[in-house]
């Protein structure tokens, strides 16, 4: 029997289906946006990365934090209802469990880049948090941070917050029909620092057996009917992280990085607004970026991507 699929919406990158009322489908597309806005050109395979990728290490955290992947086996869906050709799910697919999206982007910082740079430069600390003098670009903090940002309606930028803020922003949520109330939401944003620096440390320790650096990276939650707090939308890819190569570590610049930031560096040098719609991107700074995603696939899986592009398995 096939299970009929619903559109639900289109995000930046992802395609959303309902499945039913306990399950979604989540399509990761190749779009890829920068200075939030979804650029014209797609970048090959990369939605199969960051599908790859998130499913490694949703299965690799699940003692840390319970998280929304079911089943990346979509042969029994039912292909006229989906507004993609079939044959093209492999690799990019996952079934997951519906939640209640938590209204925060839940980033964690291992070293100093990227907007917490510029906040460190202007006040000298991150979402509130003071930081000791003299740090340089790129260097690794005392101890990993933090940092949430203000989840961004399309078109507006997020926006660094402090950890009261945050508190704030999820006593209003409402689980059940009722508000979560500031007692609830203080605990929560606990569990919640707890969680997700326990899941940079160790998303940190593998990377960095594959010589590479995990500088920051972005969190989603989400909580189930019963208040359980879970680990949703994507983990640890080069969409959600700053992954740098460890041999090419030198504090005091910015450092080349596994992710999306080679696109942005290349758009800062062309006469465009950062805004809809994008720059077309030129046929060498398309492979370029998948080259980088391929790589960190391989370098922090171990496995063959091309193998995984065959039997949409992550095989060592």
Not at 209 to 224: S, Y
């Amino acid at each position: 029997m096939t299970a009929t699929v619903g559109f639900v919406r289109s995000g930046k990158v992802r395609d959303l289906y309902a499945l039913d009322d306990a399950r979604l489908l989540l399509v990761a597309s190749d779009r890829l946006s920068a200075f939030d806005v979804v650029l014209p050109t797609p970048i090959a395979d990369k939605g199969r990365v960051l599908t790859g990728l998130s499913r490694f290490w949703f299965a690799e955290t699940t003692s840390i934090v319970p998280n929304h992947l079911l089943s990346a086996d979509v042969a029994g869906l039912d292909p006229a209802s989906l507004s993609v050709d079939p044959a093209d799910l492999g690799g990019r697919s996952m079934i997951c469990r519906r939640a209640l999206v938590l209204p925060i982007e839940v980033i964690v910082r291992g070293y100093l880049a990227g907007s917490g740079w510029k906040d460190y430069r202007r006040t000298r600390a991150i979402g509130g948090q003071r930081l000791p003098v003299g740090l340089r670009e790129s260097d690794r903090l005392p101890e990993p941070i933090l940092t949430p940002s203000t989840k961004a309606e399309s078109g507006h930028h997020d926006e660094n917050i402090d950890l009261s803020a945050m508190v704030d922003r999820l006593a209003v949520v409402e689980l059940g029909g009722r508000p979560l109330g500031f007692a609830a939401a203080d605990e929560l944003t606990e569990r919640i620092r707890d969680r997700a620096i326990a899941l940079y440390r160790f998303g940190a320790a593998v990377a960095a057996r594959a010589g590479i650096l995990l500088a920051d990276t972005k969190f989603e939650f989400g909580l189930l009917p019963d208040g359980q707090l879970i680990l949703i939308d994507e983990v640890l890819t080069p969409d959600s992280s700053r992954f740098w190569d460890a041999a090419a570590y030198e504090p005091g610049r910015a450092q080349a990085s596994y992710d999306k930031q080679y696109v942005r560096d290349w758009l800062e040098t062309q006469p465009w607004d950062k805004t809809a719609p994008g720059p077309a991107l030129p046929a060498d700074v398309v492979d370029g970026t998948r080259a980088r995603y391929v790589e960190a696939f391989e370098r922090i899986t171990g496995a063959s991507f091309a193998r995984y592009l065959e039997e949409d398995v992550i095989a060592r």
